[in-house]
């Protein structure tokens, strides 16, 4: 879990490790956990369609966010980290799609409301129509909306503003 990744520094802050089939959350100073899936695993199993239905990104979020309960269950800390760092490819896809660029300048934060638009954009498109998206590259054009199921599931569960996207 989480071996050889950048860490969030906050005492308490929560790194959050994007991987294509489980995300692999650290606290630090504290505890380890994982959520047995991810963007790849969310694409084959529960986002089907393309644009995908609406009840297909609601059951894929509310996967996420009942594994996170049940991380929350186990370590009620969990609810009062100081902040989030997402890692990992996947997140950085998420911040070049968000920027429009692969540019991504350091200590690059994603507001809640930036992240909900990119998820309001993309699954309202078609696959085809999410490759034109300026700093979307094509391997994860598949993946993205289940990374942003991922992180938006955390940020509304945590009822985040934002969090930190590590590039690197």
Known sequence: MIA???????LGGLTIAIADHCVDIAMTGGGMWQIPLGPVTLYNNQIRRDPPHPAELTNALGLVHDYFDDIIVEAPMVLSTPS????????????????????????YNILRADADEVFRTLVSETRSARLANP??????????????????????????????????
């Open 135 to 168: 700093g979307l590259e094509a391997q994860h054009v598949d993946t993205l909306i289940g990374v942003l199921c991922i992180v938006l599931a955390i940020m509304r569960r945590l009822d985040l503003g934002e969090i930190a996207i590590h590039v690197g």
């Open 84 to 107: 989030v760092m997402a890692v990992g490819d996947h997140a950085e896809a998420l911040a070049h799609v968000e920027i429009g660029h692969t540019n991504v300048p350091p200590r």
């Open 4 to 10: 050889g990744v950048a860490r969030n520094p906050d």
